[in-house]
């Protein structure tokens, strides 16, 4: 209906360069969805820290240290529980263990940023700097010393097959497509954005958290423990962070690669900016950043035909390449001035002296 309008000079280029998005969005709906899964976890544990009044910059460390150790131990299970893949997400013993290690390593690297930042008062970026590279080294290390024997594969978990009667639907089928042909985590991740936004702004502990991110000493006149709470939602924000790890090597992946994470975790803190601290805001950010991913490598592999393909393909391929990133910047350069953090975040908290 609308090539007609394709040939109309300037306005033609740009439905056709809307059509080309549309196209890109609705065929590669699951795959957009799943890449934004490890950037909307790492975006909501950035959420639930800042909240609180925590910087954490840690987060590509816990999530390449949670990786690591999902992939690791699942492959240690996995010739210890030998399991043929259940049928409800082709779930196995060894897939089990690895998820619980990725959460648990999620939490021991989230404990070290909050003794850090919240008992020791350290510098909270430089606590979370340190928590990157160390993860990035001891991963690589021992990513290093494996690699000269024959690790076996733990497996992944499989995608829910949604019925076809769903996907035939016209005009929503690519979005139950999108939505449910998924694994555990990426189905996961969408209910803890839901619920995450229903508590932070709707119950007793968004209250509290909320209280204690904009001015603890007020909160702390009338009962809440300031210190207690910062902990109790750096520990779940490690949570989160292990469970983005885990995605990558048995839920999208089943191998370990050194710094396999690739940066997502500083476009997580980017996402939680541009979603204005929100869970469901940093989800949409999040889905953003892996469209223009989807919309890089479309532009690569299969690209529009007539005088728009031409000119995208005359760009650089390493422009398409960059595309998440530079979208990032870009995001960043406009939002920031306008986004507001909690007013706390980042101010270490020390009780006055009680006589």
């Not at 606590?127 to 290093?144: E, K």
Request: charged share 10%; glycine share 10%; hydrophobic share 55%.
């Amino acid at each position: 209906m609308l090539t007609g309008l394709f040939d109309i000079p300037v306005l033609g280029l740009v439905l056709q360069l809307l059509d080309f998005l549309l196209n890109v969005v609705t065929v590669n709906g699951p795959v957009i969805l799943s890449l934004a899964t490890p950037l909307a976890l790492g975006a909501m544990c950035g959420v639930i820290s800042e909240r609180s009044g925590v910087v954490n910059i840690g987060i590509e460390g816990m999530m390449l240290a949670s990786a690591f150790s999902a992939w690791l131990v699942a492959s240690v299970a996995a010739q210890a529980f030998p399991a043929e893949p259940g049928f409800f997400f082709g779930v196995t013993p060894a897939l089990l263990i690895g998820l619980a290690a990725a959460l648990a390593t999620g939490v021991a690297f989230s404990l070290v940023h909050a003794w850090l930042s919240i008992s020791i008062r350290a510098d909270q970026i430089i606590s979370g700097t340190i928590i990157n590279i160390v993860a990035f080294g001891v991963t690589a290390y021992l990513d290093l010393l494996l690699s000269r024997t024959s690790q076996p594969s733990g497996g992944k978990f499989l995608a829910f097959a949604p019925p076809q009667a769903l996907l035939d639907l016209p005009v929503i089928g690519w979005l139950f497509r999108m939505v449910l042909a998924q694994g555990p985590i990426t189905m996961a991740a969408i209910v803890i954005a839901v619920v995450f936004q229903v508590l932070l702004f709707r119950s007793r502990w968004g209250l509290r958290t909320r209280a204690v991110g904009e001015h603890p000493k007020a909160a702390e006149t009338v009962g809440i423990d300031v210190i207690r709470l910062r902990y109790q939602n750096v520990l779940a924000g490690g949570l989160l962070a292990g469970l983005a790890g885990a995605w990558f090597t048995i839920d999208f992946g089943t191998t370990f690669q050194t710094g396999m994470t690739n940066g997502r975790g500083f476009i997580a803190l980017a996402a939680m900016i541009f979603g204005r601290w929100h869970p469901i805001g940093a989800f949409g950010a999040a889905l953003l950043f892996a469209a223009s991913g989807a919309l890089g490598t479309a532009i690569r592999t299969t690209p529009p035909p007539g005088q728009l393909g031409e000119i995208l393909t005359s760009i650089p391929e390493q422009v398409f390449s960059a595309l998440p990133y530079l979208v990032t910047i870009a995001v960043l350069a406009g939002v920031v001035g306008r986004s507001v953090a909690p007013a706390a975040d980042g101010q270490p908290y020390e009780r006055e002296a009680t006589h």
